[in-house]
C-alpha cells in the first residue's frame, strides 16, 4: 500500500516557476517507479514525466520537455516536478502516482496509486 500527497501548486504568473512535491507513505516506496501527469477541464489526463525507482532515468512528455525535471529522494520518500518557464496552457491539475512494474510509464494506466491532485494556475 502507497499513499501520495501532492503539494506546491497555486496560482503564477506566466513565465516564473513551480516545484511541486509529492510525499509518499509505505514500506517499499524506493521500489516504485513515479509519474506526475495533469488534467484540464474537458481535457483527458496527459503525462507530464516519470522517474525510475533509482533516479537514473527520466522521460517527459512532448508538451513539457525541456522545461520540466522529475527528481526524487528516496531517504524523503518524496518525488519532485520543477516546472520552469510556465505558460497559461500548463493550467491543470496535476497528479502524482506510483508505478510497481516499471514498465509503460507514460501510460496512465498502468499506475497502481494516485495522489488527490494540486492545482496549478498560470495567469497571462
Known amino acids: 500500500q502507497v499513499q501520495l500527497v501532492e503539494s506546491g501548486g497555486g496560482l503564477v504568473q506566466a513565465g516564473t516557476s513551480l516545484r511541486l512535491s509529492c510525499a509518499a507513505s509505505?514500506?517499499?516506496?524506493?521500489?516504485?517507479?513515479m509519474g506526475w501527469f495533469r488534467q484540464a477541464p474537458g481535457k483527458e489526463r496527459e503525462f507530464v514525466g516519470a522517474?525510475?525507482?533509482?533516479?537514473?532515468?527520466?522521460y517527459y512528455g512532448d508538451s513539457v520537455k525541456g522545461r520540466c525535471t522529475v527528481s526524487r529522494d528516496n531517504a524523503k520518500n518524496t518525488v519532485y516536478l520543477q516546472m520552469n518557464s510556465l505558460k497559461p496552457e500548463d493550467t491543470a491539475i496535476y497528479y502524482c502516482?506510483?508505478?510497481?512494474?516499471?514498465?509503460?510509464?507514460?501510460?496512465?494506466?498502468?499506475?497502481?496509486?494516485w495522489g488527490q491532485g494540486t492545482q496549478v494556475t498560470v495567469s497571462s
Open positions: 502516482a506510483a508505478d510497481r512494474t516499471g514498465s509503460g510509464l507514460r501510460d496512465r494506466y498502468n499506475y497502481e496509486y
Open positions: 509505505g514500506r517499499t516506496f524506493s521500489t516504485y517507479a
Open positions: 522517474i525510475n525507482w533509482s533516479g537514473d532515468s527520466t
